[in-house]
């Protein structure tokens, strides 16, 4: 699961908070369309993600730069134009993680359907990517060694 809504981060007045205007929500978060990036020192590489709309929610997400070797998201040029992206370098893009509970080295990172942010306007979509058939939207983040040594004595 995506969300964690029984989790609520008191500690966030003195990080910087960076609004997000999300005209049409996220995917099934239709009715959020304004969100906060909050950067917590002790928890990058990720980062809260608060929605606002009918009551607020939390998401982890991350940058994928440096984390995702490999990551090369391409998305469609009308995408590209409806969010007025004039360079790649202004496209922010924004990965959803998602934790259990009891088992946090598990976490996976939907790298299919990321959320493209024009670093200028501050506007963004969710958007499934156009080269989505090279990635996952269950990528895990930390490699589990119990599958590498049954790999590797196979």
């Known amino acids: 699961m995506k969300v964690l809504p029984d989790l609520y981060p008191t500690d966030f007045d003195s990080p910087p908070a960076n609004e997000l205007i999300l005209p049409q929500g996220l995917i099934g978060f239709a009715d959020y369309q304004r969100a906060e990036l909050l950067y917590l020192p002790d928890h990058l590489p990720f980062l809260w993600m608060k929605l606002h709309g009918p009551e607020t929610l939390?998401?982890?997400v991350i940058e994928p730069g440096g984390i995702v070797p490999g990551y090369e998201p391409e998305i469609f040029d009308e995408d590209a134009m409806q969010l007025d992206?004039?360079?790649?370098?202004?496209a922010m893009i924004l990965n959803i993680v998602t934790l259990k509970r009891q088992q946090p080295v598990e976490a996976t990172v939907n790298l299919i359907?990321?959320?493209v942010v024009n670093r200028r306007t501050r506007i963004g979509r969710q958007l499934v990517i156009s080269n989505y058939s090279r990635f996952s939207a269950h990528h895990s983040l930390v490699e589990n060694?119990?599958?590498?040594?049954?790999?590797?004595?196979a």
């Open 58 to 60: 939390h998401f982890i």
């Open 113 to 115: 359907g990321p959320l």
């Open 85 to 90: 992206l004039r360079s790649p370098a202004e």
């Open 145 to 153: 060694p119990q599958a590498a040594t049954v790999a590797r004595t």
